[in-house]
């Protein structure tokens, strides 16, 4: 009996959620909603080097961050997602996620955590928006995958002054 009432349940809200209708996303960007989220590859790519110099730095810690849909944290300031990852021994940064960036509101932050190592201290340094590119380098064409965009910098350092 239990059974019975259970398959009798099942057809009843089928019905309703296909009479009615029923929709998994509301997004602003691309109007055709489908179940989930279209999303991008955001691959970002950069090179660190010495100003007076121009060699690569190894080891600096680089923060990509960037402001989440106007979200505030617990007091009222901006909420910003963060990504760190560190120059390679050619002075090479390069990682990748899914998020949707505005460059308007995206900071890279450079710190040098090794000291005297890797070519001598450096002063912390930031670029905004208007210093890093994001181009489309390959477009899917496709309401579901937007394609993969590639954010862009090139960053020389200034030996840090005691």
């Not at 007091?75 to 002075?91: Q, R, V």
Request: net charge negative; charged share 35%.
């Amino acid at each position: 009996m239990k059974a019975r009432i259970k398959h009798i349940y099942e057809i009843i809200a089928g019905a309703i959620l296909s009479f009615l209708g029923f929709t998994g996303c509301d997004d602003i960007i691309n109007p055709v909603c489908e179940y989930g989220m279209p999303h991008a590859t955001f691959a970002v790519k950069g090179t660190v080097k010495a100003e007076d110099t121009g060699n690569p730095v190894e080891g600096i810690k680089v923060k990509f961050r960037q402001h989440v849909d106007g979200r505030e944290d617990e007091n009222g300031k901006p909420y910003y997602e963060e990504f760190e990852f560190s120059s390679d021994k050619d002075g090479k940064v390069e990682t990748s996620f899914v998020e949707w960036p505005d460059v308007n509101d995206v900071e890279i932050t450079f710190e040098d955590v090794d000291g005297e190592e890797n070519g001598g201290r450096f002063a912390p340094d930031t670029l905004r928006g208007k210093d890093i590119k994001i181009n489309l380098d390959e477009d899917k064409e496709s309401s579901w995958n937007k394609g993969t965009y590639n954010i862009s910098f090139e960053e020389k350092l200034k030996k840090a002054t005691e």
